[in-house]
T-cell receptor, first 117, second 113 residues
Framework: AQKITQTQPGMFVQEKEAVTLDCTYDTSDPSYGLFWYKQPSSGEMIFLIYQGSYDQQNATEGRYSLNFQKARKSANLVISASQLGDSAMYFCAMREGDEGGSEKLVFGKGTKLTVNP | EAGVTQFPSHSVIEKGQTVTLRCDPISGHDNLYWYRRVMGKEIKFLLH????????ESGMPNNRFLAERTGGTYSTLKVQPAELEDSGVYFC???????????FGPGTRLLVL
């Protein structure tokens, strides 16, 4: 079974609008971490935001916020005030295992976001 | 601070040949990871080094793949002999010990003809 599901292969948004990229996950481990990475056309993977399973508040980093709904096992990425430079592939990933010791990441298939002027 | 670097950025080889990919992690990062994305598939974990030791190599597809991290600094991933299905993008990532976030390099695009 897929551990990370990104149901939106592609998304379109108008510049300056907000957009939500969906991510659901599956784990029985009580301790896990959730990540979002951005991959522009140049190919590098850029870390955006992290949410730990025990974090009480949703993570925020500038225009990025993570809508963490633990009971629903969802970790949607919200990008506010979209910019043309936000056009890229976005990957949701999960790390299972105890915090404090890095573990492998499991990735979703990604969502291609296109920001229209 | 320099990010994770990978060399080469692209490699085109013929089936049966050998290719060696190199990754230089961020200075001071003990954890080093290799991942791979083949066309149309998810990014998949290959292996994890802590310093020079292999912590987890459960994702290595077969014994044609050999990873090393001599001295706990840079790492190499050798594919010998390369097969068509080895084509894809190979990413390296690093993180400090006891930190969750992994920082990725730009990847090496491997094409096996």
């Amino acid at each position: 079974a897929q551990k990370i599901t990104q149901t939106q292969p592609g998304m379109f948004v108008q510049e300056k609008e907000a957009v939500t990229l969906d991510c659901t996950y599956d784990t029985s481990d009580p301790s896990y971490g959730l990540f979002w990475y951005k991959q522009p056309s140049s190919g590098e993977m850029i870390f955006l935001i992290y949410q730990g399973s025990y974090d009480q508040q949703n993570a925020t980093e500038g225009r990025y916020s993570l809508n963490f709904q633990k009971a629903r096992k969802s970790a949607n990425l919200v990008i506010s005030a979209s910019q043309l430079g936000d056009s890229a592939m976005y990957f949701c990933a999960m790390r299972e295992g105890d915090e404090g010791g890095s573990e492998k990441l499991v990735f979703g298939k990604g969502t291609k976001l296109t920001v229209n002027p | 601070e320099a990010g994770v670097t990978q060399f080469p950025s692209h490699s085109v080889i013929e089936k049966g040949q050998t290719v060696t990919l190199r990754c230089d992690p961020i200075s001071g990062h003990d954890n080093l990871y290799w991942y791979r994305r083949v066309m149309g598939k998810e990014i998949k974990f290959l292996l994890h080094f802590v310093k020079e030791s292999k912590q987890d190599e459960s994702g290595m597809p077969n014994n044609r793949f050999l990873a090393e991290r001599t001295g706990g600094t840079y790492s190499t991933l050798k594919v010998q002999p390369a097969e068509l299905e080895d084509s894809g993008v190979y990413f390296c990532a690093s993180s400090p010990f006891y930190q969750e976030t992994q920082y990725f390099g730009p990847g090496t695009r491997l094409l096996v003809l």
